[in-house]
């Protein structure tokens, strides 16, 4: 195994369905010699979950025999939830968590919806945001208003 396909293995430590490489924060893994520098790009900047990420990573490297690792972490871009793979996208619905939708241009960075989230359940977009922070800081509690149902949604950045 190189140490590309060992990092994008690791699954995220609050959306536990992505792999980091699904949630777009793995940014690139350069070997020089027998050094891996891996990149990650949180998915905003005071991401609670970064520190879990890195000790991570370093134990999938460690586990495919790279004892000589490094993980750095880059701002620039920031990160936007467009970056989320399609994979991802049909695994945090799969999991009753509503993926942001794709955007169609620049976006303003207010961790607000543009759009009502989908209804993990039933499809429908007739939705109702309960709580703006849902489990986690990154997403928000919506409820369905056709299907009753409650979910998270991941926000929009």
């Known amino acids: 195994m190189n140490a590309y396909e060992a990092v994008a293995q690791v699954v995220d ?3 536990p369905m992505l792999t980091l490489e699904d949630l777009g924060v793995l940014r ?3 070997v020089d010699d027998d050094r891996v520098v891996v990149t990650l790009t949180p998915t905003y900047t005071g991401c609670p979950a970064l520190a879990t990420m890195r000790a991570d990573v370093l134990v999938a490297l460690h586990r495919a025999g790279f004892d000589d690792a490094e993980v750095r972490t880059t701002l620039t871009p920031a990160w936007s939830s467009d970056w989320i793979s399609p994979r991802g996208r049909d695994a945090l ?3 009753g968590i509503s993926p942001p939708r794709p955007n169609d ?3 303003d960075l207010i961790l607000m ?3 009502p989230p989908i209804c993990t359940q039933c499809g429908s977009a007739d939705t109702h945001e309960v709580s703006h922070f849902g489990t986690t800081a990154c997403r928000s ?4 208003r056709s299907c009753g149902e409650t979910f998270d949604h991941v926000k929009e950045i």
């Open 28 to 30: 690139d893994v350069t």
């Open 141 to 144: 509690l919506h409820t369905c």
């Open 93 to 95: 619905a799969e999991h």
């Open 13 to 15: 430590p609050e959306l």
């Open 105 to 107: 241009g620049p976006t």
């Open 113 to 115: 919806p543009s759009r």
